[in-house]
């Protein structure tokens, strides 16, 4: 089975930190992407990325960085967190296109 | 079906019966759906998708329809157990181009024992 594991699954930071969140997946997946789970709003894709150095804007990038070094390992990154930043995190992976997208278990993320 | 409010459609079923789950999905070119179950404190898991070229694809217990015609896809559960209470939620995509998915807000289903 397909394993996305996230670092954390609950993070608290303060308006201003610069926050990282880890992914990681062990199947050798091409893609990989970050989304947000809001209520009423559904996943929403923040960035993803087909190869190592490789990215893309999703629907929502303002306010997020990502960095991809290694195939396995795609990070995502709030330069300067803020209140509106905290949701939950999910983050994912695919082989090749199409194929379903296999989730980790979500970082839970609150800016005080 | 699918609700773009702050409130998820809600789906109670007793235990044994059968659960169908609607999406109505929007982008005509869309050629790719899957269905995610997504449990509390839990990301999403896969549980069946299907392309374009078929109406109806089965799997363990679930069956999802597709009618390309009023841009509809359905999830059906089979004896519906206490362990299929989650949120329920599809996602279009293309088989071609990048291999992004627009997800739904997602149903509710709780099964009542």
């Known amino acids: 089975d397909v394993k996305v594991t996230q670092s954390s699954r609950y993070l608290v930071k303060r308006t201003g930190e610069k926050v990282f969140l880890e992914c990681v997946q062990d199947?050798?997946?091409?893609?990989m992407f970050w989304y947000r789970q809001d209520p009423g709003l559904g996943l929403r894709l923040i960035y993803f990325?087909?190869?190592?150095?490789?990215?893309e804007k999703g629907d929502i990038p303002e306010g997020y960085s990502v960095s991809r070094e290694k195939k396995e390992r795609f990070s995502l990154i709030l330069e300067s967190a803020s209140t509106n930043q905290t949701s939950m995190y999910l983050c994912?992976?695919?082989?090749?296109?199409?194929?379903?997208?296999?989730f980790g278990d979500g970082t839970r993320l609150s800016i005080l | 079906g699918e609700s773009v409010g702050l409130h998820l459609p809600t789906l109670s079923v007793q235990e044994g019966d059968n659960s169908i789950i609607n999406c109505a999905y929007s982008?005509?070119?869309?050629?790719?759906f899957i269905w995610y179950k997504q449990e509390s404190g839990k990301g999403p898991q896969f549980i069946i998708d299907?392309?374009?070229?078929?109406d109806k694809r089965q799997g363990q217990r679930v069956t999802v329809l597709l009618n390309k015609t009023v841009k509809h896809l359905s999830l059906q559960i089979a004896a519906t157990q206490p362990g299929d209470s989650a949120v329920y939620f599809c996602?279009?995509?293309?088989?071609?181009?990048?291999?992004?998915?627009?997800f739904g807000t997602g149903t509710r289903l709780t099964v009542i024992p």
């Open positions: 199947m050798d997946h091409e893609n």
């Open positions: 996602a279009e995509g293309a088989q071609t181009g990048a291999n992004n998915l627009f």
């Open positions: 982008n005509s070119a869309s050629d790719y």
């Open positions: 994912a992976s695919s082989l090749n296109r199409p194929q379903p997208q296999h």
């Open positions: 299907i392309r374009s070229n078929m």
């Open positions: 990325s087909y190869d190592v150095k490789m990215k």
